[in-house]
């Protein structure tokens, strides 16, 4: 069993930055898979990024790629979520997500999610 809280969140202006943390309680947080994604109103729930468990490989959704940094930090069992030049479409609720796969998937399949932290970029 995992319990996912994410933080950081927030207001900020188009081409801000903000940097979303999400700390994970369990003994073994370092065998899963950690994802992000994001949902805007009347859309469906979008990848955004995950991370294998030793961090080694990444991977961005199109609309993030560049701007988006994925990490993990095994020992404190968290993952960060660094967003800079941001934009109004990344207005969302962000949800962290845990999966006990080996495989990384782009997918909403995922075991295990946060509450989520809302995210809103002004123009």
């Known amino acids: 069993q995992v319990q996912l809280a994410e933080s950081g969140g927030g207001l900020v202006q188009a081409g801000g930055s903000l940097r979303l943390s999400c700390a994970a309680s369990g003994r073994t947080f370092s065998r899963y898979v950690m994802g992000w994604f994001r949902q805007a109103p009347g859309k469906e729930r979008e990848f955004v990024a995950a991370i294998s468990w030793t961090g080694s490989s990444k991977y961005y959704g199109d609309s993030v790629k560049g701007r988006f940094t994925i990490s993990r930090d095994n020992a404190k069992k968290t993952v960060y979520l660094q967003m800079n030049s941001l934009k109004p479409d990344d207005t969302a609720v962000y949800y962290c997500?845990?999966?006990?796969?080996?495989?990384?998937?782009?997918?909403?399949?995922?075991?295990?999610w946060g509450q989520g932290t809302q995210v809103t970029v002004s123009s």
């Open positions: 997500a845990a999966d006990s796969t080996v495989v990384v998937t782009t997918t909403p399949s995922y075991d295990y």
